[in-house]
């Protein structure tokens, strides 16, 4: 097999069923393998790409694991505080109104620390992208509670399981933001099956389309696993995804073109 | 000759933004300078020179807002007061940090805590010894009146984007306030993206084919690498300090004492200084401009040559050690200061002149 690959002659324009897009830098990703940050970088980039539009797009990355996402995506990029995100991309989009400007963020960073953020910067309909990746954990900083825990999961600051009654309940952040005025587009996907991968690649497409006809804020949440966090491997990881995250974080579409689903 | 106008010290700095040709304006109401917002709303410079005027849900968003802009390359600014000027340090670490070019204005109010709405100097430490964590300086600039306010807003920008740092005008409550003549510069237009992206080769406009893409970040997690970060910023300051120091003297020459003082209690003491020279005590002020970099050498100089040194302060005592460490202990220095919103009258300076180091 390593030799088929090996002939130069067979590595022809019309032989390639697929490649990687050029806008993903050749760089060892920092994630964990069968962490979903890096086929969801993969998507935004491809999407970028086919789009045609890498000279005209600025994006602020987060605090938390894909706080290096800009040494991974070749566009220009900025780096926010945790949870400021979204302010960064309001004021670019403002100031930039013909550049495409997208956040992407983790669950800490988006639901937590950055709640003010993100909730104004969809209240105001910014006519900017946010990804929001929600694996219900902080990865970064060693698998800590985040607002997404699930009730009952263990984390190393809810080491007995997320207690209700002195923790509060995990925060379903996509639902209320999908009832802001403002808002466009607002999903919720997974990337870890080829068939949920299609689906978010899908879903940043139709969020750059509704930017580029200026029509308010689109919001796409990725619903994804932590296998380190959760101590779990990447398979069993994404089969506790699908049968303790997908309850209560149910995939597809809230809002299409402002209008509840 | 520019346009000369009658207005408040707040009002001013937001005509002197719009004339510089800043982007953007981003901020949250606060008392005592929610009127630098209110006068960009009602004139509406984004109909003009389409400059971007945002009211943010916090000091925290406004700041990060002004991260995203300058980070971009635009000339973006906000202004606050000490409790948001408070909640922005996270901001304004983290421009100091990615060398962002931006200005800050700080219409300072009595403190600590919630503290009080009238004028005070108590935010000096925070303005000029860095404020937010890690080791970086802004460029301080102390005005003292409101032609000042306007001035200062054209210089602040020049410095910003000429050392790529973050600046800061340290008001006050009474010079956001007060209203007097001020004469304006001519109105400078906004670059275009075409002169921005030739002036800011390092913002992030959108990645061109033919260069590598821009990061825009504070982040360095090797330690070799984040030393490399910060001596590049101590050399900054430094070249700073080499280059941008501003003061005034004022009846310095056949002075025995002086005071000096910055922003408001300068011009108390300017007052002052006629008061007792009226007595026939010979005395003169020096008022430092900038506070970062601040006159180390010059006040040495004119103050070693004194009987004796009054720092004026609306503070508990901030400047003063600046002072100290300019002069040496040669010269008798004492501080005079009122706070938590009292300004002190001519008189009371006077009058701590007499008892504190011609009686002392």
């Given at each position: 097999m390593e030799e088929l690959f090996a002939k130069p002659e067979i590595r022809k324009p019309e032989n390639i069923v697929y490649k990687k897009t050029?806008?993903?830098?050749?760089r060892p990703l920092s994630y964990c393998p069968g962490c979903g940050h890096g086929t969801t970088h993969r998507m935004l980039m491809e999407v970028i790409e086919e789009m045609g539009i890498q000279e005209n797009t600025i994006g602020v990355s987060p605090v938390g694991?894909?706080?290096?996402?800009y040494d991974f995506l070749d566009i220009d990029m900025l780096g926010a505080a945790h949870g400021r995100a979204p302010a960064l991309a309001s004021a670019i989009k403002r100031l930039w109104p013909n550049r495409f400007v997208f956040t992407y963020q983790g669950d800490g960073d988006l639901?937590?620390?950055g709640t003010a953020e993100t909730i104004h910067a969809c209240n105001r309909g910014e006519n900017i992208t946010i990804i929001f990746i929600n694996n219900?954990?902080?990865?970064?900083?060693?698998g800590q509670m985040a607002p997404t825990t699930l009730e009952g999961m263990r984390t190393a600051t809810s080491p007995y399981g997320r207690d209700i009654a002195t923790m509060g309940y995990p925060l379903k952040i996509t639902e209320l933001i999908a009832h802001l005025p403002g808002v466009n587009y607002v999903t919720r996907q997974a990337v870890h099956t080829p068939n949920h991968v299609r689906k978010t690649k899908k879903a940043i497409r139709k969020a750059f389309e509704i930017q580029k006809e200026k029509k308010g804020l689109s919001f796409i949440e990725v619903v994804s696993n932590c296998n380190s966090g959760w101590k779990l491997t990447p398979v069993q990881a994404n089969k506790w995804m699908e049968e303790n995250m997908f309850p209560f974080?149910?995939?597809?579409?809230?809002?299409?073109d402002g209008k509840l689903v | 000759m520019g346009e000369l106008k009658l207005m408040k010290g707040n009002e001013a700095i937001a005509e002197a933004a719009i004339r510089a040709g800043c982007d953007g304006y981003f901020g949250y109401p606060i008392t005592p300078q929610s009127e630098v917002m209110e006068y960009l709303m009602a004139q509406k410079p984004f109909e003009r020179t389409g400059m971007v005027v945002l009211q943010a849900e916090s000091e925290v968003a406004s700041i990060n807002m002004v991260y995203g802009g300058a980070g971009t390359g635009k000339k973006v600014m906000t202004s606050s007061s000490s409790p948001g000027i408070s909640l922005m340090q996270e901001g304004i670490s983290y421009m100091a940090g990615a060398e962002l070019p931006a200005l800050i204005v700080n219409a300072v109010r009595g403190g600590p805590g919630l503290g009080t709405i009238q004028p005070s100097q108590a935010d000096y430490f925070q303005a000029v010894k860095g404020g937010g964590h890690g080791d970086y300086k802004l460029i301080v600039l102390a005005p003292a009146s409101v032609q000042e306010m306007c001035d200062h807003v054209k210089l602040g920008f020049d410095l910003a984007f000429k050392y790529r740092t973050p600046v800061m005008i340290l008001s006050d409550g009474a010079i956001g306030q007060m209203m007097e003549k001020v004469v304006f510069f001519d109105q400078i237009p906004r670059r275009t993206d075409e002169e921005l992206m030739k002036e800011c080769p390092w913002a992030a406009v959108g990645k061109p084919k033919n260069r590598e893409h821009i990061r825009i970040t504070s982040l360095d997690l090797d330690p070799a690498g984040q030393e490399r970060v910060n001596l590049k910023l101590q050399a900054k300051y430094k070249t700073i300090e080499e280059n941008e120091i501003l003061y005034e003297e004022i009846q310095c020459k056949d002075a025995e004492y002086l005071f000096v003082a910055f922003g408001l209690s300068a011009r108390i003491c300017q007052k002052a200084t006629d008061l007792a020279r009226a007595k026939g005590i010979k005395v003169g002020l020096f008022r430092p401009i900038t506070l970062f970099p601040f006159p180390i050498q010059q006040i040495a100089a004119t103050g070693n040559r004194m009987k004796g040194v009054l720092v004026v302060e609306m503070?508990?005592?901030?400047?003063i050690e600046d002072v100290k460490l300019s002069m040496g202990s040669k010269v008798k220095i004492e501080h005079f200061g009122r706070f938590g919103g009292i300004i002190p009258s001519p008189d009371e300076v006077v009058n701590a002149l007499e008892q504190k180091i011609i009686g002392g």
């Open positions: 050029n806008l993903m830098i050749d694991c894909s706080v290096l996402a639901a937590a620390i219900g954990i902080y990865g970064m900083t060693g974080y149910p995939l597809g579409d809230m809002k299409i | 503070n508990a005592g901030q400047m």
